[in-house]
């Protein structure tokens, strides 16, 4: 029974441990990491969190206050408001945090995008592609996927919506979507 249920945990972990080796092989620094996650148990059938923010649209760059439901499977889902998600209507969309990054600032976002494309330099002076309305940005980024860009009024709020996207991305990134990711990044370090 023991080995059972540590032969199960090794298997949801040992992707994402492989992963921060092959990271830590190709990109050095830092020193060694847990080979495990620290998993809480399951909150079935449960809310994680929920509340409204601003998100900025892709297709028109214009701001929109959406109501963000985090259920336990800790993807997001965001409805045009509150009485929608009331409403049980479908969401609008689903974003799933495997491999994302929370940012607070335009500074780290332009940061990575510097490192992550050889030979653009962006600089927080330069003229910006996207003005947020407060100046309390929150970004999800990804090496591979649609950048995701929200904004909230206050401080105080920011850094409780940081805790709660950072908690989604640890909680998503359990190996079994690391696998695809670990894939790309070995053939690109390599290329």
Same mark, same amino acid.
């Given at each position: 029974?023991?080995? *059972?249920?540590?032969?199960? &945990?090794?298997?949801?972990?040992?992707?994402?441990?492989?992963?921060? /080796? @092959?990271?830590?092989? +190709? %990109?050095?620094?830092?020193?060694?990491?847990?080979?495990?996650?620290?998993?809480?148990?399951?909150?079935?059938?449960?809310?994680?969190?929920?509340?409204?923010?601003?998100?900025?649209?892709?297709?028109?760059?214009?701001?929109?206050?959406?109501?963000?439901?985090?259920?336990?499977?800790?993807?997001?889902?965001?409805?045009?408001?509150?009485? *929608?998600?009331?409403?049980? &209507?479908?969401?609008?969309?689903?974003?799933?945090?495997?491999?994302? /990054? @929370?940012?607070?600032? +335009? %500074?780290?976002?332009?940061?990575?995008?510097?490192?992550?494309?050889?030979?653009?330099?962006?600089?927080?002076?330069?003229?910006?592609?996207?003005?947020?309305?407060?100046?309390?940005?929150?970004?999800?980024?990804?090496?591979?996927?649609?950048?995701?860009?929200?904004?909230?009024?206050?401080?105080?709020?920011?850094?409780?919506?940081?805790?709660?996207?950072?908690?989604?991305?640890?909680?998503?990134?359990?190996?079994?979507?690391?696998?695809?990711?670990?894939?790309?990044?070995?053939?690109?370090?390599?290329?």
């Amino acid at each position: 029974m023991v080995m *059972a249920e540590f032969g199960r &945990l090794y298997e949801q972990q040992y992707a994402v441990a492989l992963f921060n /080796k @092959v990271r830590f092989d +190709m %990109e050095g620094g830092g020193g060694p990491q847990s080979q495990l996650l620290q998993r809480k148990i399951p909150l079935e059938n449960k809310s994680i969190f929920s509340g409204s923010l601003y998100q900025c649209l892709e297709e028109n760059k214009k701001w929109r206050n959406r109501f963000l439901f985090v259920p336990d499977t800790y993807n997001i889902n965001y409805y045009d408001s509150k009485a *929608a998600y009331d409403k049980h &209507l479908p969401p609008k969309g689903t974003i799933n945090c495997a491999g994302y /990054k @929370v940012l607070t600032s +335009m %500074e780290q976002y332009l940061d990575l995008i510097s490192s992550s494309l050889p030979g653009l330099k962006a600089k927080v002076g330069s003229a910006p592609f996207l003005k947020f309305p407060y100046q309390f940005p929150l970004i999800l980024w990804h090496p591979y996927a649609r950048h995701c860009y929200f904004c909230v009024e206050t401080e105080k709020e920011q850094q409780k919506w940081h805790a709660v996207l950072q908690d989604c991305v640890r909680h998503t990134n359990d190996g079994k979507n690391y696998q695809l990711i670990i894939i790309s990044y070995c053939l690109i370090k390599n290329s």
